[in-house]
């Protein structure tokens, strides 16, 4: 028997939607994402983590079950921001380098407008806290029209770099100041809540706002206060084994997974054989549940300011006529060793491989949509199982705003699709989505998917609906389907200034790059 398909069926029960495309007011909009966060790290997503505020949202909205992203961090903002692929707008791989090359000039580019630009001109009041990570590295200390505030930000607090200390964010922005002296008890995730929640009770109520909140959290390093460490240690002593098949029978009763399938370990990502929780040291099990329960720490303080966020957000009686959007940028990863492997083979469970790679565990995220009672859109604790990506939040922003493209740019040809169309419909989109990061490759069409490690290997097919864990390559099976999506993969690589594919190792790239293009300011 064939189970059900995660990928091509829809199944939403007393769901009505009743948007009104001339809606006098519009609504709110707190678009939220954490960095590095796995599928299955939300309460509502099948963890042990306490996350009661976020899966408030859930329950009385809608969650997907397959929503995609870019696999890394600094694309899949890119792609968030602007509504497109991230190599069309100059975001193809790092903000570490300006290659001087159409799709990966280390940043978004001037050509395409932001989300805060669009819904700036469409009357919104637009404000930013958190990770920007879109403007290249060598423009940090002088602003280059590509900081926050210069594409769409009213205000803005928050660091523009793409990883590094909680407790010495840098470089750290207030607008477009640079913030040197930190409090002793500085924080950086609360630091951003506070300044989320410090806008919204600056907001004129009366007028729209659109909110970003853009959480470094749980990316590495493992930073947590030691109380708040402690308060998670117990529950992670089980290990990672244990919790996989807790997490996975949740799933299945959440709906996420349907009822039939079995948990897959992924062995071939540990070269052979994934250890099992009795074959570490003592030495490394104390570690991982350390490891794991200050992880567990950085997403409970996350989740205790949306909190906050939410209640100032009811304080000021704009929260009936709010949309919340949550998600993460890209999977868990494995850049903490192997220990912090282990640890994101439980964060992305069921799915195989992890950040940086277009396997499902890289590039799925969880996405939840909740309404608001005024906004008109009825879906409490609603499930939708249509593919959608990280280039939809953008259409689906302005869809929710009754907003235009600005005029002053000529490209408004949107890939992405707005989401209101997909969560009532009875049969599932046939969308093709497409992939690409460090010469990792994928194309989604339907049930089937295309997928590479890197250039250097050959392309994996996999049937999405008989084997949705990315368990088996069927590609010497069915010749004529590789050939057909390699085509349509490569068709879409050539019009997005993907190629040519590099294949350089991390500082190679860097200095490669610098050498033959000194000028890292990002400027024409």
């Not at 829809?10 to 495309?21: D, E, G, K, M, R």
């Not at 996350?302 to 949309?323: A, F, S, Y």
């Not at 049930?447 to 050959?458: D, F, G, M």
Request: aromatic fraction near 10%; charged fraction near 25%; hydrophobic fraction near 35%.
């Amino acid at each position: 028997m064939i189970h059900k398909t995660l990928l091509t069926s829809l199944f939403i029960s007393n769901i009505t939607v009743a948007v009104q495309a001339q809606a006098d007011k519009q609504p709110n909009i707190v678009l939220i994402m954490c960095d590095d966060m796995g599928f299955s790290d939300l309460g509502c997503y099948g963890s042990e983590i306490h996350t009661p505020n976020i899966d408030s949202l859930a329950m009385n909205g809608i969650r997907f079950s397959q929503f995609k992203n870019t696999g890394r961090s600094c694309p899949s903002r890119a792609a968030l921001l602007t509504g497109r692929y991230q190599h069309e707008v100059g975001m193809g791989w790092m903000t570490a380098v300006d290659e001087h090359r159409p799709g990966y000039r280390g940043q978004i580019s001037s050509e395409y407008p932001t989300v805060a630009e669009v819904m700036k001109e469409n009357g919104y009041h637009t404000y930013m806290a958190g990770k920007w990570h879109v403007t290249v590295d060598g423009a940090f200390d002088a602003p280059n029209g590509n900081f926050p505030v210069q594409r769409g930000f009213e205000r803005y607090y928050g660091c523009l770099s793409g990883g590094g200390s909680y407790y010495k964010p840098k470089p750290l922005y207030d607008n477009m100041t640079k913030v040197n002296e930190l409090p002793d008890d500085y924080y950086y995730t609360t630091a951003i809540s506070d300044s989320a929640v410090s806008f919204v009770r600056q907001h004129p109520s009366d007028e729209p706002m659109f909110l970003y909140v853009a959480h470094y959290a749980p990316h590495l390093p493992l930073h947590a206060p030691a109380e708040r460490v402690e308060q998670c240690m117990e529950r992670y002593k089980v290990g990672y084994d244990e919790l996989r098949r807790l997490r996975f029978e949740k799933q299945k009763k959440l709906g996420l997974i349907p009822e039939g399938m079995e948990l897959p370990v992924h062995h071939r990502e540990f070269g052979g054989k994934r250890p099992a929780w009795n074959e570490l040291t003592e030495k490394q099990r104390q570690q991982w549940v350390k490891d794991m329960a200050t992880y567990a720490a950085m997403i409970e303080i996350v989740d205790e300011g949306i909190g906050r966020l939410v209640e100032e957000i009811r304080r000021k009686g704009m929260l009936e006529n709010t949309v919340f959007l949550f998600l993460s940028d890209n999977g868990a990863t494995l850049e903490g060793g192997y220990l912090g492997k282990l640890m994101a083979d439980l964060s992305n469970t069921p799915y195989r491989s992890y950040k940086q790679w277009c396997y499902q565990g890289g590039i799925s995220t969880p996405f939840i949509m909740s309404c608001g009672d005024d906004v008109g859109i009825d879906s409490k604790g609603t499930l939708c199982r249509q593919p959608a990506h990280i280039i939809d939040i953008l259409p689906t922003c302005m869809d929710l705003a009754h907003a235009r493209y600005p005029r002053r740019f000529s490209h408004s040809d949107l890939p992405g699709e707005s989401l209101l169309r997909f969560i009532n419909e009875e049969k599932c989109q046939k969308r093709i989505l497409y992939f690409e990061h460090q010469s990792s490759c994928a194309v989604i069409s339907g049930q089937w998917k295309l997928v590479r490690n890197n250039r250097n290997e050959p392309w994996e097919l996999i049937d999405l609906e008989a084997d949705p864990f990315e368990m088996n390559d069927v590609s010497l099976q069915y010749p004529k389907k590789v050939a057909k999506l390699e085509k349509l993969w490569n068709k879409w690589a050539e019009k997005h200034h993907v190629f040519p594919l590099e294949n350089k190792p991390w500082g190679e790239r860097i200095d490669y790059y610098k050498k033959q293009n000194p000028d890292q300011s990002g400027r024409k």
